[in-house]
C-alpha cells in the first residue's frame, strides 16, 4: 500500500510539473514570416452580447446578467458597459485614445480596485489593448501557434489555430485566466461567444452576442 502511494505521490508530481513547466517548453517557429497577433485585433464600432458573471469577492458570492455594450465613441475613445435589462449601469468602463482606463461608473458590489483591476485586464485582453506590439514573441506545437507578449503582471499568449484566433491565455507563475474565443465574422470581430474563466479565483464571464442591435 505504502508503495502505491508513493507512485501516486510521483505521478501526481509529475503531472503538476509539466503542466507548469509547458509553456517554457514551446519551441520558438521556426517559420521567418508569421504575420503578428496584432491581426486579429477586434475593430468595431458597436457590438451588443448578452452577459453572464459569475463570481465571489472574499465571503460573497455574486451574479448578475444583462449586456454588455462595446461602443467607439467620436473622441476616438472605446466605452464598454454592463447594464440589466432595466437599463440600469452595473459597471461602465472607458479607455481614451491613448488607452488611459478609466471608472464612470460602477455599483457598489463590484467597487473593489481587486475586481475592478480583473474586469479591466479581461476586456483589455478581449480587445487587445495596451499591448506593445514590438514585444511580441512567437512559439509553436503541432496544433497552434502561440504568440507571447509580456503584461505589467504576468504574460499573455494568443494562441490561433489554422488561422483563428482560438484562446488567450494570461499566465504568472501558473495559468491565471483563460478565455475561450468563439468563431469571428471576419478577423478582426468581436467573437460571437466568449467565455472567460480565471483559475485562481472562481470568477467567470460569459458572453453571447446579440446580432440585432437595439437602440440604446
Known amino acids: 500500500m505504502k508503495h502505491c502511494l508513493r507512485l501516486s505521490s510521483v505521478f501526481l508530481l509529475l503531472a503538476l510539473c509539466s503542466c507548469s ?10 517559420e521567418t514570416h508569421v504575420a503578428s497577433a496584432m491581426q486579429y485585433q477586434p ?15 472574499l465571503l460573497k458570492k455574486f451574479h448578475l446578467s444583462g449586456i454588455l455594450l462595446f461602443k467607439k465613441m467620436e ?3 472605446t466605452r464598454v458597459v454592463f447594464q440589466n435589462e432595466m437599463g440600469i449601469s452595473f459597471f461602465d468602463f472607458e479607455w481614451d485614445r491613448s488607452d488611459r482606463f ?19 485586464k479581461d476586456l483589455q485582453l478581449l480587445m487587445m489593448r495596451g499591448i506593445d506590439i514590438t ?14 507578449y509580456p503584461l505589467e503582471r504576468g504574460t499573455v499568449y494568443y494562441i490561433s489555430e ?18 475561450f474565443i468563439g468563431s469571428k465574422t471576419t478577423p478582426t470581430a468581436l467573437p460571437e461567444t466568449v467565455l472567460i474563466k480565471h483559475h485562481k479565483a472562481n470568477f467567470s464571464i460569459q458572453l453571447q452576442k446579440i446580432d440585432t442591435h437595439v437602440d440604446e
Open 102 to 120: 478609466s471608472v464612470k461608473q460602477v455599483i457598489p458590489q463590484l467597487d473593489r480596485p481587486a475586481l475592478i483591476k480583473t474586469l479591466q
Open 21 to 30: 513547466n509547458f509553456y517554457s517548453q514551446l519551441k520558438p517557429t521556426t
Open 135 to 148: 514585444t511580441e514573441r512567437n512559439f509553436q506545437t503541432s496544433e497552434a501557434l502561440y504568440q507571447r
Open 43 to 57: 475593430v468595431f464600432e458597436k457590438e451588443l452580447y448578452r452577459g453572464i458573471i459569475d463570481g465571489r469577492f
Open 162 to 179: 489554422n488561422g483563428q484566433l482560438k484562446r488567450i491565455e494570461n499566465v504568472g507563475k501558473k495559468k491565471v485566466t483563460t478565455i
Open 75 to 77: 473622441d476616438s475613445s
